[in-house]
């Protein structure tokens, strides 16, 4: 058993207040079994998240900061054979106009159903496809475009923008400038769109842009994947140190408590912590019964750990 869990460490204020006032006693005696096997530490500021960091290495997959092709992966899991080319996830979205910057925000809050996103898919598949992309449709929030161009573009994740300016993490290089002038012209397409009207009439977010992610050639994957558990990204994303609180407590009640039987029954078992900046890997080891148990009384202190990262 593999269990990789991202946003496991917050960086916002009510992140950090939510984390001084946690208790989870399975997390921690679990960590008192394991012994942190490696650590990869960058900053807030990568174009990959931790958790995708990590998770490419548990694939076996190679590729610089922000080139990592989760489209192609994801792709084939909606259907699409992603075969040789290079693939982009375009994800519907909707940006915000502040004040002072322009934020994304989480494209679950559209709640777009697959009606309204294949009728947007089609509205701009004439404008896309006239640039030489290839545009193929995954779900209501997943589509996919593939072009040669893409094998190297470097991109943030989705996971790094939402809630944040979308300026900082748009790149400058001349795939990343072309894409910018695509978003430009679909988003003067979206603007006033039947479509998007009759959405603000009932009260829902107008899908005025996409976000473009995950770009680059499939690659083989090790197996047996880790099992990721995600319940941590939407109360992190929101900000929500209450409900990101909560939600570690159901994970330290349910998974954890199950990996702490697994681990105290000698059973093979490797947990890895994603933050903002950087994740840790914790594994079993067969180190003898005195390094073991000096380990269960001598290990930092769990909160300290996710501090770190």
Do not use: K
């Amino acid at each position: 058993m593999h269990l990789l869990i991202p946003f496991a460490a917050p960086s916002s204020e009510a992140g950090r207040q939510a984390l001084a006032s946690l208790a989870l006693p399975n997390l921690g005696t679990l960590l008192g079994r394991l012994a942190e096997v490696q650590r990869d530490l960058g900053d807030e500021l990568s174009l990959s998240t931790p958790h995708e960091r990590a998770l490419a290495q548990a694939l076996g997959w190679r590729g610089g900061d922000g080139g990592l092709p989760w489209a192609a992966r994801q792709a084939r899991a909606d259907g699409i054979e992603p075969g040789g080319q290079a693939w982009g996830l375009l994800t519907p979205a909707h940006w915000h106009l502040g004040t002072d910057q322009v934020s994304l925000l989480d494209p679950a809050e559209l709640r777009l159903d697959d009606a309204s996103s294949r009728a947007l898919f089609d509205a701009l598949r004439g404008l896309v496809t006239s640039d030489g992309l290839a545009l193929h449709y995954g779900a209501a929030l997943r589509w996919y475009v593939a072009h040669e161009s893409l094998a190297g573009l470097a991109t943030a994740s989705l996971d790094r923008v939402v809630g944040r300016n979308v300026d900082a993490w748009l790149g400058s290089d001349p795939a990343a400038r072309h894409m910018r002038r695509l978003q430009s012209e679909v988003q003067m397409l979206l603007h006033g769109h039947p479509l998007n009207e009759a959405r603000e009439a009932a009260g829902l977010l107008p899908v005025n842009s996409f976000w473009l992610s995950g770009c680059g050639v499939a690659q083989p994957e090790a197996s047996p994947e880790p099992q990721v558990d995600e319940r941590l990204r939407a109360p992190a994303l929101a900000d929500d140190g209450a409900a990101w609180a909560q939600a570690w407590q159901q994970l330290d009640a349910g998974v954890l408590a199950q990996a702490l039987a697994q681990a105290e029954r000698g059973q093979a078992l490797r947990l890895t912590l994603c933050g903002e900046r950087g994740w840790a890997a914790f594994a079993m080891t067969h180190a003898g019964w005195w390094p073991r148990l000096r380990r269960r009384w001598s290990a930092p202190a769990w909160r300290s750990i996710l501090e770190s990262l």
